[in-house]
């Protein structure tokens, strides 16, 4: 009996290679420390469980049966970990508690299961596989993670949604930081758990273990595209939000202030803050001399936009009155944004297109 050694084992082999090695530069990356180690060590028990499928269809597990209930199961923990990496990333000064633990307990039951079965003869693990495993801890093994995932993917989602408003509502610039990248992956991870689903249809009715595994394909790939993500994001160094703010989930009615809105009015056409192509919400209230809640809340109810909305409408009437003047004769349409307040062509384009239904060129013409 030899080693099976075809294309789909080869490109495995490759996937649970790059997991180690992405793992290995997360956990060593300076940026967005917290968050970056939590999703090192989902991609190493991504990874992990893979080695399980790589070892029975390359049919390594026949010449080695001992190999069985090798100590590689971590599921348990895919779903708190994928939580964790969005909870830390989005809450830089995030702090990892005790009670957080709890969340991890099924897990360290799994590992612990484990690591007792790799200790037994072959004998035992061939009892115990007959007898309880495939019948019963196999069965609360694969479940339980599809539905830990389904829990924890639909908080993350959540999560990340109330993120973006508070991103919107406190930041002018929002390219690097609204996750869009982030939002779209965990979106297709509940894909995978719908097939994953399917999966467990198959085996519970129709008796088919591994026959249309395909989850094991799309997790690997989905922690190989986490890897890249993670890698690439930007510092969110700037970024505390707490999900339990009371700017996101309050219900209470705000009273239009007047004054304050003639203030906040002021800032953007007397001063002109939106040239800041930078600017918070915390620095335009500093410049104002007022709460920054309080700024938020007034433009939320008095304008009924939000912060980034307020301020890009600013950038984007300057671009338009700099367009039909002289300005258009001796410097470039990215050279008039860059001036009024922008500081990249991609969100220019899109936000001017937002604003004026055209692209910037087409307004010019």
């Known amino acids: 009996m030899q080693i099976v050694f075809d294309f789909t084992v080869l490109v495995l082999g490759v996937i649970i290679s790059c997991s180690f090695f ?6 060593f990356s300076n940026q967005n420390k917290q968050s970056n180690r939590f999703l090192a060590l989902l991609i190493l028990s991504v990874a992990l469980w893979l080695i399980d499928h790589f070892l029975r269809i390359s049919e390594i597990y026949r010449l080695k049966p001992n190999w069985y209930f090798l100590p590689i199961f971590y599921s348990f923990a895919f779903g708190p970990l994928i939580y964790f990496y969005v909870k830390s990333l989005v809450n830089q000064s995030f702090i990892f508690q005790k009670k957080d633990f709890l969340h991890f307990i099924p897990v360290l039951c799994q590992a612990g299961l484990y690591c007792f079965l790799s200790s037994r003869d072959y004998e035992f693990k061939n009892w115990y596989w007959n007898e309880i495993h495939r019948p019963i801890t196999y069965r609360i093994e694969f479940d339980g993670t599809w539905l830990s995932m389904c829990i924890y993917l639909f908080l993350s989602i959540q999560l990340l949604r109330k993120y973006q408003v508070y991103v919107n509502n406190n930041f002018s610039e929002t390219s690097r930081l609204k996750l869009n990248w982030l939002k779209i992956i965990l979106t297709i991870l509940l894909v995978l758990c719908s097939q ?8 519970e009715y129709f008796s088919l273990f591994f026959n249309y595994d395909y989850s094991i394909q799309i997790l690997g790939a989905m922690a190989l595209v986490l890897a890249v993500g993670g890698i690439r994001q930007s510092s969110l160094k700037d970024v505390n939000f707490a999900e339990e ?15 304050v809105l003639q203030q906040i009015q002021n800032g953007m056409e007397v001063q002109q803050l939106y040239l800041n192509p930078t600017l918070t919400l915390a620095e335009f209230a500093k410049a104002l001399k007022l709460n920054p809640k309080m700024v ?15 301020v890009n409408e600013y950038r984007v009437e300057e671009v338009k009155r700099r367009l039909n003047s002289a300005d258009i004769e001796r410097m470039t349409i990215l050279g008039i944004a860059y001036e009024s307040g922008f500081n990249s062509k991609t969100t220019f384009n899109r936000i001017f297109k937002d604003f004026t239904g055209v692209a910037p060129r087409e307004f010019v013409k």
């Open 22 to 27: 992405a793992s290995g530069l997360l956990w």
């Open 196 to 203: 994953w689903l399917v999966e467990v249809v198959l085996r």
């Open 245 to 259: 703010s009371p700017e996101i989930n309050a219900k209470t009615l705000v009273q239009v202030d007047e004054t």
């Open 296 to 310: 938020s809340q007034q433009i939320n109810t008095g304008f009924k936009k939000s912060f980034n909305d307020f």
